[in-house]
């Protein structure tokens, strides 16, 4: 069946980087997702990745997708207290109408 | 451009009183879907709906029942609450497949607790 995985915890310094991993199981999906969440709120979508792609930027955000061992990750450069939340890694079921499977989120806690 | 709304934000029910939560898009988007967040678990599909007057179950639809009588609105109910309901609910829409990156747009949330 369809199952995303992630880590559940992740403490960083500010300034560092960040690196979030997440494995999916459906290779046949189109797009992933990276949403973040923030205490008390909806999920916001932060970036996605297209699946022919092995790639992304988007500012301090780097998307690395290896197809081969269906494995995403989520990188984020000079991480600041702001981007303290819970990351969540999505794909899109592959038996339509662009149901997503969530992973059960990263908690990225960010120190001084 | 509101996007996605819900009401309400912040609910208490006694166990097998019943209630209706309403979401909202104003982006005529086809698709709509109701999640529940659980901690530890990420988010779970309950029901979700391909147009107006059509709905199909997910993967957690037992205890609730939804109805699309318009494209904007999706409604999602409890009948009778128990207790392994309290959660945080979200609603999401977006366009069908094909037509830009299928991206879901969320809102806010439902915090529910079943007393």
């Known amino acids: 069946g369809e199952d995303v995985e992630q880590s559940l915890f992740l403490s960083v310094r500010e300034g560092d980087s960040s690196v979030i991993n997440c494995t999916y199981t459906?290779?046949?999906?189109?797009?992933l997702y990276w949403y973040k969440q923030e205490p008390g709120a909806g999920l916001q979508l932060l970036t996605y990745i297209f699946s022919n792609m092995d790639m992304k930027q988007d500012q301090r955000l780097t998307v690395l997708l290896n197809k081969k061992d269906k494995h995403l990750s989520l990188r984020i450069a000079d991480t600041q207290t702001g981007d303290s939340a819970i990351y969540f890694c999505?794909?899109?079921?592959?038996?339509?109408?662009?149901?997503?499977?969530f992973g059960a989120g990263t908690r990225l806690a960010v120190h001084p | 451009n509101a996007g996605v709304t819900q009401t309400p934000k912040f609910r208490v029910l006694k166990t097998g009183q019943s209630m209706t939560l309403l979401c909202a898009q104003d982006?005529?988007?086809?698709?709509m879907y109701w999640y529940r967040q659980d901690p530890g678990m990420g988010l779970r599909l309950i029901h979700y709906s391909v147009g107006e007057g059509t709905t199909a179950k997910g993967e957690v639809p037992d205890g609730y029942n939804v109805s699309r009588l318009k494209k904007q609105n999706f409604l999602l109910g409890l009948e009778s609450a128990a207790p392994s309901q309290t959660s945080v609910y979200f609603c999401a829409s977006t366009h069908p497949a094909g037509r830009g990156t299928d991206t879901q747009y969320f809102g806010p949330g439902t915090r529910l607790t079943v007393l």
């Open positions: 982006m005529n988007h086809e698709y």
């Open positions: 459906d290779s046949s999906s189109t797009y």
């Open positions: 999505a794909e899109i079921f592959s038996g339509g109408y662009n149901k997503l499977i």
